[in-house]
Structures are given as C-alpha cells and as structure tokens.
C-alpha cells in the first residue's frame, strides 16, 4: 500500500507552540499535498510538495520531503486555537491516483 | 474562487435502495474522482475519471457503485443497492491537466443507510 501514515495520531499543543506532524508511505509518488479538515467538515488543500523538492513554505506551515525516507513532515509554527482540526498526508502516484494517511488530530488549547 | 458543490448535502435512504450523489467540479477540469471516509476514519479513494471513463478504482468500488458524467458538467456516483456500511461521507473532487495540480474537493455528501 502506498498510503500515507501519519503520527503522531493525536498532538495536543499550548497556543503559540510549533506543531509537527509526519508521514511516511511505501512507494513512489509523484507529489505528497497536505490536508486540513475541520470536524465533520471537507478537505481544505493546504500545501503540495513534489517529488523533486526538498522543502515548501506557505505562511506558517512548512513542509519537508524526504523521498529517501519515503517520508514528510508539517510543521505549523505559532500555532492557533484556529487551527484545531485533522490534518492529512495524501499521496500522489504516477497513475495519479490519491492516497490518504489516518491523519494526526491536532488540538491547540488557547 | 471557482469551487467543486456536491448535492445533497445529507441523505438518508432505507438499505437496498438506489442513491445517485451529484458534483459539479470547477468548469476547466478534466480529472474528477470520488472518496469517501467513514465516520472517524480516514479518507479512502474510490474512483478517479477522465476523457468520460474510469481511469483508476480501489476495491471498495465494486459493482454496485457506478460514476457518470452525463452532461458536460455533473458528475455523479450512483450506488445500486446500498448498505448500512455504506454510511459514510463522499467527496467529490478535481482537477486540471496538470498531474502537480491539486485536487480540489467538494465540501462533501453524508451519506447514512437505515
């Protein structure tokens, strides 16, 4: 299976900490995106790495990949009580098909 | 912004009975897909479509579940004869020609079989 697996699966942090997240999956991929969703809510996009790079900023979120690892992480610095929500790895074969880890809860206590 | 929509947004049905699930994706896309995630469990990939035929399905897409693009616009998943494990929330999503593109989801049909 090439899913990504998050962990850790539950992170509970004080508001204003950094968050990190990881994934890792099994086989090749094309790219690894980064997903939110908030209690029984929809997927919100929030960052796509490709297979070539190394590291990818947006905002407060930074992402590494490590394709040696097969492996990536999310960090979310400063965090928010806003941010509280799921937070998926999804990865992205060749065929182009999408495959999501369990995800890691995140609870930011303000 | 230009967004995927998914009608209904909550359905109820008596098992054994036919649901068809619509989306609308974003006008210029050409990959549309179906997931679906089972109440506290993680999204699972069901179905992606392109050029008005299936291009990758998991096994959970057997033969009671279907996808259509009927008119240039919707796109919809249909399931024959649904079950109480059926119960679930599916989304619809899509994207552009790109293969780096993201894929943009619909905020998601709940689906629940009595």
């Known amino acids: 299976s090439q899913q990504g697996e998050e962990d850790p699966q539950a992170l509970s942090i004080q508001e204003g900490e950094n968050a990190t997240m990881n994934c890792s999956y099994k086989?090749?991929?094309?790219?690894l995106q980064w997903y939110r969703q908030n209690s029984g809510r929809g997927l919100v996009h929030l960052i796509l790495i490709r297979s070539n790079e190394r590291e990818k900023h947006s905002g407060r979120l930074r992402v590494t990949l490590d394709t040696s690892k097969k492996s990536s992480s999310l960090l979310i610095t400063a965090s928010r009580a806003a941010d509280t929500a799921s937070y998926f790895c999804?990865?992205?074969?060749?065929?182009?098909?999408?495959?999501f880890g369990a995800g890691t809860r995140l609870t930011v206590k303000p | 912004e230009p967004e995927v929509t998914q009608t209904p947004s909550h359905q109820v049905t008596q098992m054994g009975q036919e649901v068809i699930l619509r989306c609308v994706p974003i006008?210029?896309?050409?990959?549309f897909y179906w997931y679906r995630q089972i109440l506290g469990q993680k999204v699972e990939f069901l179905v992606s479509?392109?050029?008005?035929?299936?291009?990758?399905k998991s096994e959970i897409f057997d033969d009671q579940f279907s996808v259509e693009r009927p008119d240039g616009s919707n796109f919809t998943l249909k399931i024959r004869s649904t079950k109480l494990e059926d119960s679930a929330m599916y989304f619809c999503?899509?994207?552009?020609?790109?293969?780096?593109?993201?894929?943009?989801f619909g905020p998601g049909t709940r689906l629940l079989v009595l």
């Open positions: 006008s210029n896309h050409l990959y």
């Open positions: 479509f392109y050029n008005n035929e299936i291009s990758e």
């Open positions: 999804a990865t992205v074969r060749l065929s182009n098909d999408m495959r």
């Open positions: 999503a899509s994207r552009g020609r790109e293969s780096q593109e993201t894929q943009y």
């Open positions: 086989t090749s991929i094309n790219n």
